[in-house]
């Protein structure tokens, strides 16, 4: 993980020099080593002289002799030449020296001025001149600019620093706010309990927005739960360099080294696993109740920090947490569907036991009723309903006794009116399962007749409900298409004229020929299953 | 002197002057005094002038990591008793071999809860 240390000496070093250059105070910036970096940026007669050798070499070894302290130095290495030299400090080293000189007249009389105007190639007088406006400094006059110089340091290198906390806390706060605003969107995300599959691909397209990797990927692991749920086992976004096939592959074998519990796991080269060489992946467990639900999987970051970091991190453990939750959610209600569905069969089935004239036929009812509600153009969700409502439609039955159920021939008048209270019976039965409320009108009106002659309510038109209009044709359809006690099954063709035949009278005019326009093919399986089973079952008793 | 004379005194050290100022100000308002330190070397000398009641260090710092600072301490009598909490980034894991020769009690990643990180020092502090 990249930590540079922030340079922000060096910036306050350079603000002073030219400032101090603006004051015509010629400076120096030397290393820890005394060697100089920078020479004084001065023009004429006074540069040539402050950048000739015997000066250079003055400058580099008062900087030797400088102590490693926090504040301005004075140091006055021959009479008259006195320099301020200020620290450079980088996480408390000191990494550099500014030095400041501060002349005064009595260095004119040395010899190291000779030697310098030597150097420099310029006659003694010129260079007195020259340098006559700078030497000026006296000691008091030369604390003075140190404190100054060494207060102005101070500042700028304390707001430097403080800018530097600044830029730590703005990239704090953008990453906060990413990771809120990730929480607030996939809160709201969460949907329909029956199709966790919707949450995980709008998940992760969310998540691929506020994270810089080149592709995320969700493998559900096959929890037998799920398996009930017709949804994909994996998902992937963004350009993934391994085919869905491979990608479920390598999860596989990442999930059998993990649990529940596991802490997310950073890969480069691991080519055992099958992800892609070179590349870096961050594996997150999705995990619920101490149950691993899958895989979440980031893979080759794209921008920022090449490393990985803990924000990436961060955010991949908040999704991976939703998804936990929509998988369990997912798998619940699933088991509660089927717990639900179940508890219909085994209802359904005690009547289907004691006749099988009738067994199988609120199956078949049920398909043709859930086929024509789609025809109609109603949704998936209530197709389903109506399904529920056809495997159910009989269950009142029950309420009649064997003896007239199964008796063969017609029913006398006494016998009829029996068995013409199962609409009700049904009703009564189921009225108080919650969340059958829809399925109830169904149930009980699947008997009327459009003409309003009908039982038991005698309702007519529109005024019966739909439901009951649907499970009215696939009801009548599948009498007349199975054998009864007092008759064989009729023909295909035979049905057809008798449905259109009552279309208006028993059966609603606009479904009929809807119906009609189904492929009954599965309805034909079902039926044949069905007679196969009662064949082998004579054939037993016999 | 016990914990109820004076304020707990608390020893904070991480490079990233934000998390230093973001504990540092929690711990402050707590009622703690608190001692800043930018890298493991300052935060080493400063721990032997103060013999602070607790040690906040981050992992990664120049000069001397987190761990480095903590062995150096445990190896001290003068200050082998100082409870210390470790702040990592994700995915570095600290030894058992390396934690025991140090007195770090409580290891956290981050990013950390302010919150939680004040709990466990008035846990630490308590408990000592």
């Given at each position: 993980m990249l930590n540079v240390a922030p340079n922000t000496a060096l910036h306050a070093h350079q603000t002073v020099c030219s400032r101090l250059a603006e004051l015509s105070l010629p400076v120096w910036r030397v290393d820890a080593s005394g060697n100089v970096l920078a020479a004084p940026d001065v023009g004429g007669d006074i540069g040539r002289l402050l950048r000739s050798t015997p000066i250079t070499e003055l400058v580099s070894d008062a900087a030797r002799s400088l102590?490693?302290?926090d504040k301005p130095q004075i140091i006055?290495?021959?009479?008259?030449?006195s320099v301020i030299a200020v620290p450079e400090r980088q996480r408390r080293r000191c990494v550099a020296w500014t030095i400041a000189l501060a002349p005064s007249?009595?260095?004119?009389?040395g010899d190291r001025f000779q030697l310098a105007c030597q150097s420099a190639g310029l006659p003694p007088e010129q260079a007195k001149q020259a340098l006559a406006a700078l030497a000026t400094y006296t000691p008091e006059t030369i604390r003075h600019l140190a404190a100054m110089i060494g207060w102005s340091v101070a500042d700028l290198v304390g707001e430097a620093d403080s800018r530097h906390a600044i830029a730590g806390f703005t990239r704090q706060l953008t990453e906060d706010f990413e990771t809120i605003d990730l929480l607030h969107s996939l809160a709201r995300l969460m949907?329909?309990?029956?199709?966790p599959q919707d949450f995980v691909n709008r998940a992760l397209a969310r998540l691929n927005d506020s994270m810089q990797f080149a592709w995320l990927g969700c493998w559900v692991a096959s929890d037998p739960r799920l398996?009930?749920?017709?949804?994909?086992?994996t998902f992937l976004t963004g350009?993934?360099?391994?085919p869905e096939t491979e990608l479920s592959a390598a999860a596989d074998s990442l999930a059998r080294g993990m649990t529940a519990d596991s802490k997310p796991l950073i890969i480069s080269e691991a080519p055992e696993t099958g992800l892609p060489r070179g590349v870096q992946c961050i594996v997150q467990p999705v995990a619920r109740n101490s149950r691993l639900l899958g895989l979440l999987i980031a893979g080759d970051k794209q921008s920022g920090d090449p490393g990985v970091t803990s924000f990436d991190i961060h955010l991949l453990e908040t999704a991976g947490a939703f998804i936990a939750a929509v998988l369990e959610n997912g798998a619940l209600y699933a088991e509660q569907s089927a717990m639900f569905i179940g508890s219909l069969k085994a209802l359904t089935s005690s009547l289907d036991a004691k006749d099988r004239y009738t067994a199988g036929h609120s199956e078949r009812v049920a398909c043709l009723a859930r086929q024509l509600a789609l025809a109609l153009g109603l949704p998936e969700n209530i197709a389903e309903r109506v399904h529920i409502a056809g495997m159910v439609h009989?269950?009142?039955?029950?309420?009649?006794?064997e003896a007239v159920l199964l008796k063969p021939g017609k029913p006398t008048e006494a016998e009829f009116a029996m068995i013409k209270r199962h609409p009700e019976i049904g009703y009564a039965i189921l009225?108080?399962?919650?969340?059958?409320q829809d399925i109830l009108p169904g149930v009980l009106h699947h008997h009327e007749r459009y003409d309003g002659k009908?039982?038991?309510?005698g309702l007519a038109g529109e005024q019966i409900p739909l439901f009951g209009r649907i499970l009215a044709i696939a009801d009548t359809f599948d009498a007349m298409s199975s054998n009864r006690s007092y008759r064989p099954a009729l023909g295909r063709q035979q049905v057809i004229a008798e449905l259109q035949r009552c279309a208006g009278t028993q059966l609603d005019p606009a479904l009929v020929p809807v119906f009609l326009s189904l492929d009954l093919s599965f309805f034909d399986r079902l039926m044949a299953a069905h007679r196969d089973h009662v064949t082998d079952v004579a054939a037993r008793a016999a | 002197m016990s914990v109820t004379d004076r304020k707990p005194v608390v020893l904070v050290s991480d490079d990233e002057p934000h998390i230093r100022a973001i504990v540092t100000a929690k711990l402050r308002s707590a009622g703690f005094t608190v001692y800043e330190a930018g890298d493991g070397q300052e935060a080493l000398a400063l721990a032997r002038e103060l013999t602070p009641d607790l040690l906040i260090t981050d992992l990664?710092?120049?000069?001397?990591s987190g761990v480095e600072l903590c062995t150096a301490l445990k190896a001290d009598p003068a200050t082998s008793d100082i409870p210390a909490m470790l702040l990592t980034a994700h995915g570095f894991l600290v030894g058992g071999d390396e934690l025991s020769r140090?007195?770090?009690?409580s290891v956290r990643s981050k990013p950390f809860s302010v919150r939680d990180v004040l709990q466990d020092a008035q846990r630490l502090l308590q408990a000592a």
């Open positions: 102590a490693d302290v006055t290495p021959v009479s008259g030449f007249g009595e260095f004119m009389l949907g329909d309990p029956s199709r398996a009930r749920l017709p949804m994909p086992r350009g993934s360099p391994l009989d269950v009142g039955k029950i309420g009649v006794p009225k108080d399962i919650p969340l059958m009908g039982y038991p309510s | 990664h710092m120049p000069y001397m140090t007195n770090i009690r």
